[in-house]
């Protein structure tokens, strides 16, 4: 391929993958997760948070303001109390973010388009991978998988640090490979193992899972330099090599990332206790519950190629799409099983494809330790297989690669063409995928706060208070998400939002809540709808009928619950109606089921 055309078939693969990450950017609804984000981004923390009062939903937004004059110190105080997470990601957004503030976009563009544009980094970063590692014409193919990828583009709208480690971790794989070169080679460039010790040590501070990345590194490195020792048919490395100097470069490699680890170390350990990750754990109650990650964990491999819309369908859909997708899976396996065994067999391409076979192999196995020993099922959440997903995309950008021929035997044109077809179906099954994760029905938020949002418009023309009973940090940001949702839904027609939104704690029981909603005094005219949202509560424990005193009138609104307008999303939210009590019935408000 001329080199002309060849990067101008790089550039239309990364502007592909650019147009398919910052498609629809903003027009999904934000989710908890993404909340956080914004919080610690903007430069505020659920200190400053309106809580236990009830607010109108004209005035969200100012919960989302910048603050520019926070420090990245401050930041990481605050994520380091207020979240589970390492630092680095939420400072560096900060600063996007303060660099967009001149833009007319809104804030939650601005949010997105930092992980969007850092997915479209990934992509050249792959790119270079299969490049150096296989062939110019497979970085050309591992690009264009990647750019399609619905998994890659459904990470890539997120307001989430994924896209950040996941292009980190492809340049890990990068060094890697170029690692193992310099052992076999016996020459050793000190900047390439210090970027990959910086780029390792990064990667820490940015996602607590790098860190089953860096271990799969370094048991690749120990696994494939010592086996190819004393394994010398498998690929034989030269009588010059020295075995002493090799394990010591590796040793010193390994012990200079570990040293970048240890200031965050006692951070992480209390991170790790912290019940905001017991929503991980797993306890299986049958057999089948326990087996239920073995299948869990291919069923993310398929969404990396395919993903049509399984939620919130109706029963044929699913079956359909599901099927579909097995059957196109099952075809791509069957389709590239044969030129995986040429890959790992010729000489030429032994070396990386045995690397990136040995990294995922570790992961996964790291994946079952955490799930079977620390009882944590993480399988359950497809977005975690970020961390091995560049190498997935690296060795499938290799299977199909037209070129893959020539390297192996020097085939004919037949083949070429046919493997050209091959991977134009799969590019083309990859952009209807990401078609459907931008127009969100595939990869849906969790928790939908855009369906909780129109279920609580049942009644559209009435005004209505949307409440939330807190515990943590966590509510507090789903709520957030339900009332940010219902703000952009419930639009008045002369263009006001309509309506209330409270956050009420519930660290005392949900008696406190009762007492607490009677209390707020929203200026709602009567009859207005009152939602509650309570997490953890049986759709039973919620009373028949609440009182909440009202700023327009002297005796409190009765609210009797309404049986039809009960959801549950995750969590549950119930309906009340809230109406004028008849005359003499203005006593004590009773909060009695």
């Known amino acids: 391929m001329k080199t002309s055309r060849h990067y101008l078939m790089l550039v239309m693969i990364l502007l592909t993958g650019a147009t398919l990450r910052f498609w629809n950017l903003e027009v999904k609804p934000v989710w908890a997760d ?12 659920f200190d400053q948070m309106p809580l236990d009062q009830a607010l109108p939903l004209a005035e969200l937004e100012q919960v989302f303001t910048l603050n520019p004059n926070i420090t990245c110190d401050q930041i990481r105080q605050t994520v380091s109390i207020q979240s589970v997470h390492p630092p680095l990601f939420f400072c560096w957004m900060h600063q996007w973010m303060t660099w967009l503030d001149f833009l007319p976009q809104s804030w939650v563009w601005k949010l997105r388009a930092f992980p969007a544009l850092l997915g479209v980094g990934a992509i050249a970063a792959l790119y270079q991978l299969n490049r150096v590692a296989f062939s110019p014409t497979a970085g050309l193919t591992g690009a264009a998988l990647m750019a399609v990828s619905p998994f890659a583009v459904y990470l890539s709208q997120e307001a989430r640090h994924y896209t950040l480690p996941m292009l980190l971790i492809t340049l890990a794989l990068l060094g890697l490979y170029q690692l193992h070169c310099d052992l076999y080679n016996q020459c050793f460039r000190p900047a390439l193992w210090l970027g990959w010790v910086a780029v390792n040590g990064l990667g820490f501070y940015i996602h607590y899972f790098f860190l089953l990345a860096f271990m799969a590194q370094a048991g690749t490195l120990l696994v494939n330099f010592l086996s190819l020792k004393y394994v010398p048919s498998l690929h034989p490395y030269p009588a010059s090599l020295r075995l002493g100097r090799s394990l010591g470069a590796i040793a010193l490699a390994i012990t200079g990332v570990s040293l970048t680890y240890l200031p965050w170390i006692p951070t992480l350990v209390s991170h790790l206790t912290r019940p905001e990750t017991d929503w991980l754990n797993t306890l299986a109650s049958s057999w089948l519950d326990a087996l239920a990650p073995l299948y869990q964990l291919p069923l993310g491999w398929i969404v990396m190629v395919i993903a049509l819309p399984v939620e919130s369908q109706v029963g044929w859909i699913v079956l359909l799409s599901a099927g579909l997708m097995v059957l196109f899976s099952g075809w791509l396996v069957w389709q590239g099983a044969g030129k995986f065994c040429q890959l790992w067999s010729a000489p030429t391409t032994h070396f990386a494809t045995r690397i990136l076979v040995v990294f995922i192999l570790i992961v996964l196995l790291e994946f079952l330790a955490i799930i079977y020993l620390l009882g944590k099922d993480i399988s359950q959440v497809p977005r ?4 091995y997903f560049p190498a997935m995309c690296a060795l499938l950008g290799a299977v199909l690669s037209p070129a893959a021929g020539q390297w192996i035997n020097r085939t004919v044109g037949q083949r070429r063409m046919s493997q050209k077809k091959r991977l134009a179906l799969v590019l ?8 459907l994760v931008v127009s969100n029905q595939v990869f849906q938020k969790p928790y939908q ?17 949307a409440s939330l009973a807190y515990m943590d940090v966590q509510d507090v940001a789903l709520g957030l998400s339900f009332f940010l949702a ?31 909603l009677a209390q707020l005094h929203p200026p709602l005219s009567l009859p207005f709808n009152a939602w509650l949202v309570a997490p953890g ?16 009138f002297k005796t409190p609104a009765i609210c009797l619950i309404d049986p039809e307008n009960y959801h549950r999303l995750g969590v549950p939210y119930q309906m009340y109606q809230c109406q004028k009590q008849p005359e003499g019935k203005g006593q004590q408000p009773d909060i009695r089921p």
């Open 449 to 465: 706060p855009d369906l909780v949002a129109r279920n609580m418009l049942v009644e559209p023309g009435k005004p209505l208070l």
């Open 34 to 45: 993404e909340i956080l984000t914004a919080i610690f981004s903007l430069g505020q923390s």
């Open 537 to 552: 509560l049986r759709q039973a424990d919620y009373p028949a009928q609440l009182f909440l005193a009202t700023s327009q």
């Open 384 to 387: 975690y297989n970020f961390i």
């Open 428 to 435: 083309l099954v990859g952009v209807i995928s990401s078609g």
């Open 486 to 516: 219902l703000k952009n839904e419930s639009v008045h027609p002369l263009g006001k939002p309509s309506g209330f939104f409270a956050l009420l704690a519930r660290s005392q029981g949900y008696e406190k809540v009762w007492q607490a």
